[in-house]
């Protein structure tokens, strides 16, 4: 009796041809893929690009503790960038913040009690 063991030669065209036929798959699922993303390519770069800006104002979903940082007290969300940004944004509001108090200054000296009192002094 003989045996039906393959020779290696059998084994290796079985082999080839599977792998062929996964290859194949592999290019057919790639092309689905880019066929996707051709097609879709406006509104998922415009989606990527609404959630980023959403995720820089905190309004994102909430990053991986692993990207927090090893002392796991990082910022995160608007608190975070506006701690990122403070030396701008303090730049922008100090002068603000001077001429408001420059004029609740005046306005204590300069006020309409002041200029009455003064009237029914005289």
Excluded at 2 to 9: A, I, Q, S, V, Y
Excluded at 64 to 81: E, H, I, Q, T, V
Aim: charged share 30%; with cysteine; aromatic share 10%.
């Amino acid at each position: 009796m003989k045996d039906n063991k393959p020779t290696p030669l059998q084994q290796l065209r079985q082999e080839k041809a599977i792998a062929r036929r996964e290859c194949a798959e592999s290019e057919e699922r790639l092309a689905a893929h880019w066929s996707y993303l051709s097609d879709n390519a406006g509104s998922l770069l415009f989606r990527s690009a609404i959630n980023a800006a959403l995720r820089q104002f905190g309004f994102g979903p909430k990053e991986d503790a692993k990207d927090s940082g090893s002392d796991g007290m990082a910022y995160s969300g608007l608190l975070g960038n506006l701690a990122a940004c403070y030396p701008i944004v303090w730049e922008v509001v100090k002068p603000m913040l001077f001429r408001f108090i420059i004029k609740k200054i005046k306005s204590v000296f300069s006020g309409k009690r002041t200029k009455e009192r003064r009237d029914g002094d005289g």
